[in-house]
């Protein structure tokens, strides 16, 4: 049984487009802790679009359940993670002209900035996990950059329209999942999760998390924060 990561990225960007100081993210946070969240995970993007230093010191000090930073693998933000010391840290590929985070961070191509980058959050007490696509060659990878767990992008299988292409790149997930197990690491998942796709997903033996931003802060805007957990904590667990 899966446990629930809300990513409240998107109320920091509501925040953000009118510089303001509302919504604020560390309101979301409480709520969706009260809906049932099992952790909250933020992204600390170097262009600083949505979370700001600020909200990860403030979710730091405030945020009872799993906190879980994603970030590149960059000295500034690494730095800023090891200060900040969240309970894990998930590390992802970032560009600055992509709307979200579009592939999983490419370990096969970078092994030793991946590798320092684990061990330099590890030193820090930091759990760390890996943001990969469900390839093998970066699995392999990944599992050398001595991570404790990966979380395997599910942005293929979300966006497969007809059906048996969501399974096809579902059984490629399930199989992905298995070589993870089988290595000795966590298995976690994420990215275009919605309340439609999220339990063949769940469903994944060894599955130990989910991170779901966009659609539960989507579900929110017409019922409440709390209630969007609530309802996407009943169909993963
Ligand atoms: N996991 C990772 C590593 C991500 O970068 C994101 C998007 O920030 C998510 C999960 C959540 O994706 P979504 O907002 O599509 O649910």
């Known amino acids: 049984m899966p446990t629930l990561g809300v990513n409240i990225d998107h109320v920091a960007t509501v925040r953000q487009a009118r510089m303001t100081n509302e919504p604020d993210p ?11 969240a099992d952790g ?12 700001q230093e600020r909200d990860l010191h403030l979710l730091s000090q405030t ?16 730095a800023i993670a090891c200060e900040a010391r969240p309970y894990q840290a998930t590390l992802v590929p970032e560009r600055r002209e992509e709307v979200t985070t579009e592939g999983g961070l490419d370990v096969a191509a970078q092994p030793e900035r991946v590798k320092d980058a684990v061990a330099q959050l590890q030193d820090a007490g930091i759990v760390v996990s890996l943001f990969l696509d469900p390839d093998s060659a970066q699995i392999e990878a990944g599992v050398n950059a001595g991570a404790s767990a990966i979380e395997l992008h599910t942005g293929a299988y979300a966006s497969a329209s007809a059906k048996f292409s969501a399974e096809a790149e579902r059984e490629t997930l399930e199989r992905m999942a298995r070589e993870i197990h089988s290595a000795g690491l966590i298995l976690h998942a994420g990215h275009g999760l919605t309340y439609r796709n999220v339990q063949p997903v769940a469903d994944i033996p060894h599955m130990c998390e989910l991170n779901i931003g966009h659609s539960i802060i989507s579900r929110a805007i017409m019922v409440g924060l ?3 957990v ?6 993963v667990t």
């Open 26 to 36: 560390i309101w979301a946070a409480t709520l969706a802790e009260l809906g049932g």
């Open 40 to 51: 909250i995970t933020l992204h600390l993007r170097e262009d600083r679009r949505h979370i």
């Open 63 to 78: 945020v009872a359940v799993k906190l879980n930073l994603e970030l590149a693998c960059s000295k500034d933000v690494l």
């Open 226 to 228: 709390e209630q969007a």
């Open 230 to 235: 609530r309802d996407m904590k009943r169909l």
